[in-house]
């Protein structure tokens, strides 16, 4: 099947940073990408909808300054968190709908974990 | 926005015998529901799909019955296998649109 990667699989970093995380499309081309986050034995829960050459969409309660969304390509997709806080530690996982076969494909996600 | 319940959360059967995980959602217009099994730090991998045009599908031992009238769909694995052992997640979204919007698993436990 399609392949979708992410990078990097796992990044600790000091509160107040940023972090940026990068989702791609290996084999195909992805108009539209979305990112997911997920608690320690929870589901996922979407956070936006990346949008290639525009801007992303939020869901309700996910700030946007906060997470910064480019789709700067039909195979790059980035999130990056800003300042970043304890709280904001979490697994992302991002995920691309493949034109061809309209089927969606995770990426294997990035544990962020903030000190 | 569209809400998916899912149940149970966790769920115990012996090799051999069939598992069933339902889930309810709320939007009537949601016509697209695929099943994903993630196993632990891994990523959510598609193990069968269902439109809303179709009542059910199989493939394997592994099938998806939906109800649009009740809006609930259901996954049913036969003659389970250690392997089988994962969280399991159903979603729910409109096809043409692909959010997709995530029951909250189960936790399927096959004991050998």
């Known amino acids: 099947g399609a392949v979708v990667s992410q990078h990097p699989s796992w990044v600790i970093c000091k509160s107040g940073t940023s972090v940026k995380i990068e989702c791609r499309s290996l084999d195909f081309q992805a108009t539209t990408m979305f990112w997911y986050r997920q608690f320690p034995k929870q589901s996922l829960m979407l956070m936006a909808t990346?949008?290639?050459?525009?801007?992303?969409?939020?869901e309700q309660g996910v700030e946007k300054d906060k997470f910064l969304i480019n789709h700067a390509s039909l195979t790059l997709s980035t999130l990056t968190v800003t300042s970043a806080h304890p709280e904001d530690s979490s697994f992302y996982i991002c995920?691309?709908?493949?034109?061809?076969?309209?089927?969606?494909?995770f990426g294997p996600g990035t544990r962020l974990t903030v000190l | 926005g569209e809400n998916v319940e899912q149940h149970p959360s966790t769920l115990s059967v012996q090799e051999g015998d069939s598992a069933v995980i339902k889930c309810t959602y709320s939007?009537?217009?949601?016509?697209?529901f695929p099943w994903y099994k993630q196993e632990l730090g891994k990523r959510p991998q598609l193990i069968i799909d269902?439109?809303?045009?179709?009542g059910e599908k199989k493939d394997q031992r592994i099938a998806v019955t939906l109800n649009k009238t009740a809006k609930h769909f259901s996954l049913h694995i036969t003659e389970t296998q250690p392997e089988d052992s994962a969280v399991y997640f159903c979603?729910?979204?409109?096809?043409?649109?692909?959010?997709?919007?995530f029951g909250s698993g189960t936790k399927l436990n096959v004991k050998p």
């Open positions: 995920s691309a709908r493949d034109p061809g076969t309209d089927t969606q494909y």
């Open positions: 979603a729910a979204s409109l096809y043409n649109f692909n959010k997709f919007y």
């Open positions: 990346s949008n290639e050459g525009s801007k992303a969409t939020y």
């Open positions: 939007d009537s217009a949601s016509n697209y």
């Open positions: 269902i439109r809303s045009n179709v």
